[in-house]
């Protein structure tokens, strides 16, 4: 678990390997994440976009941005939490994300970014 407060926003990551799947021929490791994301300020908060950088041990790196996440673009009082599953899909059985989502205050529109901490998604390792 990984974690990183912006602003008074606090981000928790939680991530699973999902195992293998096959597209096209070609295999891929599924990997899950988890977040949660606490307003710790004590402004009300919405969540509008968000940025993700995904890296592949390949050397492969993707991009991924739009409005809100899963579908959603949630609203924060003080002390409110949101959480969301989501996932990827990597050539290679390393790699990694990090990001960012742009928040804006409700009540003054001030837009701000609030890091997602990078955390590593990794196939555990095979015991003899």
Do not use: H
């Not at 390997?17 to 919405?46: C, K, L, W």
């Not at 673009?73 to 002390?79: A, H, Q």
């Amino acid at each position: 678990m990984v974690e990183q407060i912006t602003k008074g926003i606090k981000i928790i990551v939680k991530t699973k390997y999902n195992g293998t799947s096959t597209r096209n021929g070609r295999q891929y490791y599924v990997f899950a994440y988890f977040i949660t994301i606490e307003n710790n300020s004590e402004q009300i908060v919405q969540l509008t976009d968000r940025f993700w950088q995904i890296f592949d041990s390949l050397n492969i790196t993707e991009i991924v941005e739009g409005e809100g996440v899963v579908g959603q673009t949630p609203i924060l009082k003080p002390n409110d939490n949101y959480s969301y599953s989501s996932g990827c899909f990597l050539e290679s059985n390393l790699g990694s994300m990090k990001g960012f989502y742009t928040m804006q205050n409700i009540d003054t529109l001030e837009r701000f970014k609030v890091i997602i901490p990078t955390f590593q998604l990794s196939t555990p390792i095979l015991s003899n």
